[in-house]
Each structure stands twice: as structure tokens, then as C-alpha cells.
């Protein structure tokens, strides 16, 4: 009922080896490293395959799927098939709005209240070690009377590789609802930025009963600022696991896009979590440019269902000689791998802004060494001067 958009095949390979291909019919001076007007061609064949079909920004949007899963009617590429298909979406839709809406959000409020009410009623308890038992009991309650609002079915594997307290648990980020899938199992302390309105006071009062991060505008400006709190935190071995999501965005669920590297500078251990939801039952990937938090949750609470597979990666420590970037790289492969999801090394900034011009320098350079040869590699001021030519 939904057509699918024709992917383009891309070309795979290394710089050098497509380039390579291009050469191999050139001349013997050519094939040892000099400029060919033929090299062009690479550079015009990644243009237009970036304009018909770019990889990287249709990460942004929704992930297509091979059929119609019955959840909308009011997309302009929708074909009428058969009375008796909308027929059944008829009844999906009076089923979705009218059964299963209503009996969602009721246990969302019901879930949201008790969060407010029963971290602010703990918060007040001056024994610790009762304040902390009865915050982790709380927090899981709302939590999954909140994923029962959605209708979550949730599948989680390997389970003794679970986040423990004074670790740091990183994970790909689909949708804001990450947090509750994460919650349900086990508690976390939660980092992010101060809000106000109705988004404050739940912060407010989740922090009285647990000890999450939460940071004023000025504060998350300043990246020493932020590591320093964060270090604190994972010092005291008795706090609860810190829950990161190093993208810094939402991605479609296909994806891992590069994981920023200031979350692998804190130090302790990392557990590494994959996330990974089915698109058939409903679509969990938040669109924030097309779509307010208000819209979305609507989308979410009128679906069939969020069906998701959680894997639990055993921990990871930085090894010796490596720095923040490189483990943060692997972190970030094992993750793609574990959920079946496409390694990229994008950032996924690009969603609103535009690519930096490292990006494009790597590429001159990647280039220019080429050219170079061996003389290239070795001699640092021929190569950047070839580099500042292109």
C-alpha cells in the first residue's frame, strides 16, 4: 500500500581503490601517482549519488517499510487496493483512538503523578539507605506504568551484562522513550539539561529522591563543567549508572551515527546497551523536525504496539594507549553490530547542521596523498601544500 523510494547502489571501496579503477587503463605515469583529469569522475559519481539517495541525512527520517503496517491513510503515495483493506484499517483506527488511546494515556498520567508525588514524599526521609531503596522502587513503578501506556513488549538479552552502579551505560538513540524501554529493567541516573514547566517540576522531584544530573543552559556550555560532574558521580561507586546517549540526537533506527567522545573521557567502565525496535507495529523514531513532543507522543499512544529487543553488551574499559575518539569507535561498532544496525562514522549533528570543513579537509588530504605516492606520506610540506591546491 506504501510504495518503497528505489535505493541507488553505491559503490563500495576506499578512495584509492575506486580511483584505482579508474586508472587502470591510463598510462604507466599516470598509474604511478600524477594528476588524471579522470580523477574528477569519483568526485562527480559521490555528488550524484549523495543528490539521488544520501546516505546520511535520510537517517533522519523515517525508516521505510517493505509493507503497509495499517497506522496511516494520509500519506499522498497511498493507492487504493480493496474495500475489504479499508475496511480493516476502519476498524484499526476505532480500535487504536478509541480502545486502546484512552487506556494509554490513563496509565501515562497515572504514572507521571506517582513519579512526582513519590520522589517528592521519599525525598523527605532522612535515612539514606532506606531513601535510596525506596527512590529505585518508586522510579521503577512509574516506569513501567509508563511503558505499559505505550504498550511496550520488551525483550531483553544477557542480562548479566547489566549497567552497575558507578558505571557509565551508553546506548543508541531512536526516541525519547529510549529512557522508559531502559528503566523498566533496572534504574538509572539520568543527565541533561534543566527544563521548566511541567518538564521541570518532574525533574525537581526526581532529584530529591536520586541523585541525577541535571545542568542549568550556561553549565552545559562548559565542557569541563560537565566532566567534572559527571566524574564525581561515577566516583561514588553507590550511585546508580550513569545513562548516556553519545549520537547527542535521535537516528531512524537503522543507524549508529558517531558517538561523541565526552562520555569516554569521564573514565570507569562502560556497559554498552543496544537498542533495536521493530517498525512493523509502530514507528519510534522521533522526528523533531517534523514533529513536537506533544505529536509524537500522540503517534506513539495510537500505534499498535513498541515491540523492542534490548541487548546487553558486556562492559568495556579504555585500553592502554587509546585515546577518547578510538573507544568510543568501538563502543559504538559493538553496539551497531550487537542490534544489527549500520555503522557510521557521520555525526549526526548534520541533522541540523551543515558539514564541517575537517570533513572535507580529510577528504583533500586522503586525496592529495594519493597523488603523492610515497613521497606524499613522507614529507609533510608537499603534502599540505597539494592539500591547500584542491
Not at 500500500?1 to 528505489?6: C, V
Not at 591510463?26 to 579522470?38: D, N, V
Not at 527520517?61 to 479499508?86: A, K, M, P, Q
Request: glycine residues 8%; contains cysteine; charged residues 20%.
Amino acid at each position: 500500500a506504501m510504495p518503497q523510494q528505489s535505493s541507488i547502489p553505491h559503490q563500495g571501496g576506499s578512495m584509492e581503490q575506486e580511483m584505482g579503477e579508474l586508472r587502470r587503463y591510463r598510462t604507466q605515469s599516470i598509474s604511478r601517482g600524477e594528476f588524471a583529469l579522470s580523477d574528477s569522475f569519483y568526485f562527480y559519481i559521490k555528488g550524484l549519488e549523495s543528490i539521488v539517495d544520501d546516505q546520511v541525512t535520510q537517517r533522519f527520517s523515517s525508516e521505510e517499510l517493505v509493507s503497509w503496517n495499517l497506522l496511516t491513510r494520509t500519506n499522498h503515495n497511498f493507492h487504493y487496493i480493496s474495500l475489504r483493506l479499508t475496511i480493516i484499517w476502519g476498524l484499526g483506527v476505532i480500535i487504536r483512538y478509541c480502545v486502546l488511546f484512552p487506556l494509554r494515556i490513563t496509565l501515562a498520567i497515572i504514572g507521571l503523578t506517582w513519579l512526582v508525588i513519590g520522589t517528592t514524599l521519599v525525598g523527605f526521609l532522612p535515612n539514606k539507605r532506606l531513601k535510596n531503596w525506596l527512590s529505585e522502587l518508586v522510579h521503577l513503578m512509574c516506569y513501567r506504568i509508563c511503558a505499559r501506556g505505550l504498550s511496550a513488549t520488551i525483550q531483553y538479552h544477557n542480562k548479566e551484562n547489566k549497567p552497575q552502579k558507578g558505571g557509565i551505560c551508553v546506548a543508541n538513540h531512536t526516541s525519547p522513550i529510549d529512557i522508559v524501554i531502559l528503566a523498566n529493567d533496572g534504574c538509572y541516573a539520568m543527565v541533561g539539561q534543566s527544563h521548566g514547566g511541567l518538564m521541570g517540576v518532574i525533574q525537581r522531584s526526581m532529584v530529591r529522591s536520586c541523585p541525577h544530573v541535571w545542568f542549568e543552559r550556561s553549565e552545559m556550555r562548559d565542557r569541563n563543567a560537565v566532566t567534572s560532574r559527571l566524574r564525581a558521580h561515577v566516583a561514588a561507586k553507590t550511585n546508580l549508572p550513569i545513562l548516556i546517549f553519545p549520537e547527542g540526537t535521535c537516528i531512524n533506527n537503522t543507524s549508529v551515527m558517531m558517538f561523541k567522545k565526552g562520555s569516554f573521557e569521564i573514565g570507569g567502565t562502560i556497559y554498552p546497551v543496544a537498542i533495536k525496535y521493530d517498525p512493523r507495529f509502530g514507528d519510534a523514531f522521533w522526528n523533531s523536525a517534523k514533529y513536537n513532543m506533544v505529536n509524537y507522543l500522540l503517534r506513539m499512544m495510537t500505534s499498535w504496539a513498541i515491540v523492542v529487543n534490548v541487548w546487553y553488551l558486556p562492559p568495556m574499559t579504555r585500553r592502554e594507549g587509546e585515546d577518547a575518539a578510538q573507544f568510543a569507535n568501538r563502543v559504538k561498532s559493538a553496539i551497531a553490530h550487537q542490534g544489527g544496525l549500520l555503522d557510521m562514522a557521520w555525526d549526526g549533528s548534520l541533522k541540523r547542521a551543515k558539514v564541517k570543513e575537517e570533513f572535507k579537509e580529510q577528504q583533500q588530504k586522503m586525496y592529495s596523498s594519493m597523488v603523492m605516492g610515497k613521497k606524499g606520506r613522507n614529507s609533510q610540506e608537499p603534502h599540505t601544500e597539494t592539500t591547500r591546491r584542491q
